[in-house]
């Protein structure tokens, strides 16, 4: 690959109109797996997720963005007090062009890594331009909300800790202080 994908230690992501071959999409799974335990350790030391029920999760005001899971698993490990307790959910996020995801918190914590485009990420109405090869930390509980203001597809990795129980999206819809 000439697209400098190596150097940022990502060989093996495709774009959309690349062919991939056996050994690139192995490349591809170690590196998920990778950041996956990266993820999950980092986030570990900034606190596990919270609890939050099922029926918290609103509808989050959202276009142009879609979602595969890659893969998802129940915490076990020398972290007893996580063990069975949450799970960790690895997802390929693509906002296209123009795409949105509105005010927004997270049932957990997670990291997010870019490796296509350029996100434009506001967390307490400080803006910030994230593009490949950049990853963030998201708390969970902060509000926050992203757009894909460039001209091409923002492609991430979504690194996340929820409840084991925990089905579907993790965005929460903000609810307003009384």
Same mark, same amino acid.
Request: proline fraction near 5%.
């Given at each position: ?15 959309? #109109? ?15 797996? #990778?950041?996956?335990?990266? %993820? ?7 606190? /596990? ?6 029926? @918290?999760? %609103? ?7 879609? /979602? @595969?899971?890659? #893969?998802?698993? *129940?915490?076990?490990? =020398? ?8 799970? *960790? ?6 906002? @296209? ?6 005010? =927004? +918190?997270? /049932? $957990? ?21 994230? $593009?490949? $090869? ?9 509000? +926050? #909300? ?30 307003? /202080?009384?």
């Amino acid at each position: 690959m000439s697209d400098g994908r190596e150097a940022r230690g990502l060989a093996g992501l495709a774009g959309p #109109h690349t062919q991939t071959t056996h050994s690139e999409d192995l490349m591809t799974n170690k590196f998920v797996r #990778h950041l996956a335990l990266c %993820g999950l350790a980092a986030a570990i030391s900034w606190g /596990a997720a919270p609890s939050f029920a099922q029926s @918290e999760s %609103g509808s989050v005001e959202r276009s142009g963005i879609s /979602a @595969e899971l890659k #893969h998802e698993d *129940l915490v076990t490990g =020398h972290l007893s007090e996580l063990n069975g307790k949450y799970k *960790l959910r690895v997802a390929l996020v693509t906002y @296209e062009i123009g795409g949105f995801i509105g005010n =927004h +918190h997270h /049932a $957990g914590p997670g990291l997010r890594c870019l490796f296509e485009g350029q996100l434009t990420y506001v967390q307490e109405g400080v803006s910030h331009v994230f $593009g490949p $090869g950049d990853c963030f930390y998201e708390p969970g509980d902060i509000d +926050h #909300h992203a757009r894909n203001e460039g001209q091409v597809p923002v492609r991430l990795f979504n690194f996340q800790i929820l409840p084991k129980d925990w089905e579907g999206s993790s965005a929460i819809t903000v609810t307003p /202080a009384p």
